[in-house]
């Protein structure tokens, strides 16, 4: 399904990030885990797929930073001869009331989930095989007016407009396309929140649980193939109808 294909995944040495990594793995995709801090969980991740006889290297850059970009895509084109794929996937999210954020807050946000996809999308358009696919992670609270989640949202909404605008601009027969999850079972996001607040998201969508990271990786897979080449500049959700 995607052999011979090069994917970069930005933040994926944990949560919805790592299982994409293993799956496009799985399927004959050569994957660059790209991480910022968590080296060990990078290494995991490398380590789960070429166990399963993938491929894969780690590549560390901060995806807000330009010139660690510009490195993540020159490196793994000197490794793998190209970029076929980009899925960008590193974010980070901060839970408050709008009036409880601070400034630093709002330049995490904004540096990494729209500053990040932006720098990326720059390389991109240079650097990317012809007939290639972008895939920016964005999330389904944009639809949701969902208390604490103002700049979160805010800054996927960005991404998710930044992703319409370029599929008109790239050209080369690269589509370019945003994935917007619900609510995922993730480390991550399960930390620190009450199992009433669990049951109360799970309730929310069709089918009474929250997404686990294979069921948007599965999207991921389908978005990266050749068979999904007709879809471009569209926001899809995989979020169990939740909106």
Not at 68 to 93: E, R, S
Not at 191 to 220: C, T
Not at 224 to 239: E, L, M, R, T, Y
Request: glycine share 6%; no cysteine.
């Amino acid at each position: 399904m995607l052999e011979n294909k090069v994917i970069i995944v930005t933040g994926a040495s944990r949560g919805i990030g790592k299982e994409i990594a293993i799956q496009l793995a799985q399927h004959g995709a050569k994957v660059v885990v790209n991480y910022s801090n968590s080296k060990d969980e990078a290494k995991d991740t490398v380590d789960t797929i070429v166990k399963q006889d993938g491929v894969a290297i780690a590549i560390q850059a901060d995806v807000s930073n330009k010139a660690d970009v510009t490195q993540l895509f020159d490196k793994t084109i000197a490794t793998y001869g190209k970029v076929d794929v980009l899925v960008n996937n590193a974010g980070v999210m901060i839970s408050k009331q709008l009036k409880d954020n601070t400034e630093d807050d709002f330049y995490k946000q904004f540096d990494i989930n729209v500053k990040g996809v932006f720098n990326t999308l720059q390389e991109a358009f240079h650097k990317l095989a012809d007939h290639g696919n972008i895939i920016n992670i964005s999330s389904s609270t944009v639809k949701l007016m969902f208390p604490t989640y103002g700049l979160y949202s805010a800054s996927k909404a960005a991404v998710e407009q930044m992703t319409r605008v370029f599929s008109k601009e790239i050209g080369r027969g690269i589509s370019v396309n945003a994935l917007a999850p619900g609510a995922t079972e993730t480390e991550l996001f399960m930390k620190g929140k009450s199992q009433e607040f669990i049951d109360k998201l799970s309730s929310m969508n069709a089918f009474n649980r929250l997404a686990k990271p294979i069921d948007i990786a599965r999207v991921v897979l389908f978005l990266a193939s050749d068979n999904s080449k007709w879809i471009s500049g569209q926001v899809i959700g995989a979020n169990g109808a939740l909106v």
